[in-house]
């Protein structure tokens, strides 16, 4: 497994996305009215519960599929979602300006300057990943008022590993649900 040290991230306009240079901004939801996240080529669009505070990111990369992690999270949701020709991806809010803080204080952004340094994860190669996204604070956010800049209110858990499994059309449902078991992607 790898990882990238637990990043504070700027939740603007409640979105945060992990994209490669082919990603197109495009994604679809329909199938799913309140998504945790939207996957499309080369993108992963995650879906804050508030706008304008910090949240805290951790980000797993697997070689298959990891155990399902005990700590208490209030939602966790499955997709898929294939990494295009350039492994490396960045990991950066919505919006330009100083918005991404890494909690390694070695990696620390010139928050004084504006300056922005994504963090980079490096795929193995591209291909089709699974992506189990898991959150709490999530309903606490929504009732965050506009742009308090709170920090630590949501946490947020994704992890990748890849499968031969090929994304379909539509998101795939909430754990909880009824779901026939081949539709759970397992690596």
């Given at each position: 497994?790898?990882?990238?040290?637990?990043l504070?991230v700027l939740c603007d306009?409640r979105?945060v996305v992990?994209h490669?240079?082919?990603?197109?901004g495009?994604?679809d939801?329909?199938g799913?009215?309140?998504?945790?996240?939207?996957?499309a080529?080369?993108?992963?669009?995650?879906?804050s519960?508030?706008s304008?505070?910090?949240?805290r990111?951790?980000?797993?990369l697997w070689?298959?599929?990891?155990?399902?992690s005990?700590?208490?999270?209030?939602r966790?949701e499955?997709g898929?979602?294939?990494?295009?020709?350039?492994p490396e991806?960045?990991?950066?809010?919505?919006?330009?300006?100083p918005?991404?803080?890494i909690?390694?204080a070695?990696?620390?952004?010139?928050?004084?300057t504006?300056?922005?340094?994504?963090?980079?994860?490096q795929?193995?190669?591209?291909?089709h990943?699974?992506?189990?996204?898991?959150v709490?604070?999530?309903?606490?956010a929504?009732?965050?008022?506009?742009?308090?800049?709170a920090?630590?209110?949501?946490?947020?858990?994704l992890?990748?590993?890849?499968?031969?499994?090929q994304p379909?059309p539509m998101?795939?449902p909430?754990t909880?649900?009824?779901l026939?078991?081949?539709?759970?992607p397992?690596?």
């Open positions: 497994m790898s990882s990238i040290p637990e504070e306009r979105m992990l490669g240079e082919q990603a197109t495009e994604f939801t329909s799913n009215p309140d998504p945790l996240f939207a996957t080529d080369d993108a992963i669009y995650v879906f519960g508030g304008h505070h910090y949240a990111f951790a980000i797993q070689d298959s599929a990891p155990p399902q005990n700590e208490p999270w209030e966790v499955y898929l979602v294939t990494m295009l020709e350039t991806h960045e990991l950066w809010p919505d919006e330009p300006g918005t991404v803080s909690v390694d070695q990696l620390q952004q010139d928050l004084t504006g300056e922005r340094k994504p963090f980079f994860l795929f193995p190669s591209h291909g990943y699974v992506v189990r996204g898991h709490r604070g999530f309903d606490e929504t009732r965050l008022p506009e742009a308090t800049y920090h630590g209110v949501e946490q947020w858990l992890q990748l590993w890849p499968t031969d499994q379909t998101p795939l909430r909880g649900a009824s026939p078991h081949s539709r759970l397992h690596g």
